[in-house]
């Protein structure tokens, strides 16, 4: 069993939920927030069989969108108000994932 | 040392704190929610020695029940009212108990 | 790939979030909740390169601080309102930091 850990963007965190459910998987979705834009996002978990990985990342590949974001140049959580006009475009991943083994596996 | 993850109900999830606290066991708990009935439930960390895995996962299930959740037929996130009057069963486990090999531990 | 999961004081996790994005990190930070004291911490991911696991872990050091909390003598998360004045000293670490070995990592 692997564990397929992935952090997606909360527009697509329904549609990833219901993609993996559809696709048979069992899933997990957590609250989490982004260290650069102190934004909320989702970390998604998904528990599967091995032969199924490539499966699950196929899903979230097909499901997560790639999307461009322009952030104020001198980003900084404290300063809420812009002073200045500059941006720059910063691109959020459709999803960063993580498969780490399960060494064991139970459900009770 | 292993890393015990485990999705736990959250009518259940105050008994299993207090039980592993107990035990001696340091834990954490984060709100989660399941990808197929979109409800709250709770996802509990608990990093231990590798002898001591065995009393958790035995705490886990002392503590965690299963029960029978009623749900539509049709399950769609999208219909929140029911036109029609078809449920069926489906069980909730008590614990889905994930168990990760540590790397490295450290307490600073 | 190693993923460093640490949970943190949330009075120092702004900090951490800062300083390991200033170090060219990513992180995810995941509200929790811990067992003993029943309060809110925060639960901080951030996968990196072995080589670099080091310096993650060296942030974590600078940047949480180890505090002394007083709790009553009969810790029961039930008793909201103390009849007794007897108090207890207990350590919260800085971090407490486990380091889990990524199979495979992806960006997409
Ligand atoms: N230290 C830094 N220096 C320069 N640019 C930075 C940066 N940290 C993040 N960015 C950029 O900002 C985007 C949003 O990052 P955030 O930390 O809010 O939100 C992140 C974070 O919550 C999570 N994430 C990504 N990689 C991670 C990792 N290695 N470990 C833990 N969480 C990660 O996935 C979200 C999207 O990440 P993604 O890489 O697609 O997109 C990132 C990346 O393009
Ligand atoms: N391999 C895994 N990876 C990650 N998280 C896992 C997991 N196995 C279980 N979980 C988590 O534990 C909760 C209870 O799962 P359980 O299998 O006991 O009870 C499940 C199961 O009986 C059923 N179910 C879930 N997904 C299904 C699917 N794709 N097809 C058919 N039935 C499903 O609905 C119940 C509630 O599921 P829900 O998703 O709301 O909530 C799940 C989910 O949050
Ligand atoms: N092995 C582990 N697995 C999962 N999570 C872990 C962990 N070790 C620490 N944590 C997390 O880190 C927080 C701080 O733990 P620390 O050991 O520094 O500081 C702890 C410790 O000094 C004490 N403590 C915790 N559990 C205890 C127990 N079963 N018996 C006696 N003292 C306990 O109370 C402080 C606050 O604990 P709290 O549970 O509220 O919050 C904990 C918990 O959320």
């Known amino acids: 069993m692997k564990l397929v850990m992935a952090v997606v963007q909360d527009i697509d965190v329904d549609a990833v939920m219901g993609a993996l459910t559809e696709a048979g998987e069992r899933v997990t979705r957590i609250a989490s927030t982004g260290g650069f ?48 006009g500059a941006y720059t475009e910063v691109t959020v991943g459709g999803a960063t994932i993580l498969v780490f083994d399960i060494e064991r596996f139970a459900q009770i």
Not at 56 to 74: Q, Y
Request: charged fraction near 25%; aromatic fraction near 2%; glycine fraction near 4%.
């Open 37 to 84: 834009f102190r934004q909320g996002n989702s970390t998604v978990l998904c528990a599967t069989e091995d032969k199924r990985v490539d499966n699950v990342i196929a899903v979230l590949k097909k499901v997560c969108h790639r999307r461009t974001r322009l952030i104020p140049v001198s980003l900084d959580p404290g300063e809420a108000i812009l002073t200045s």
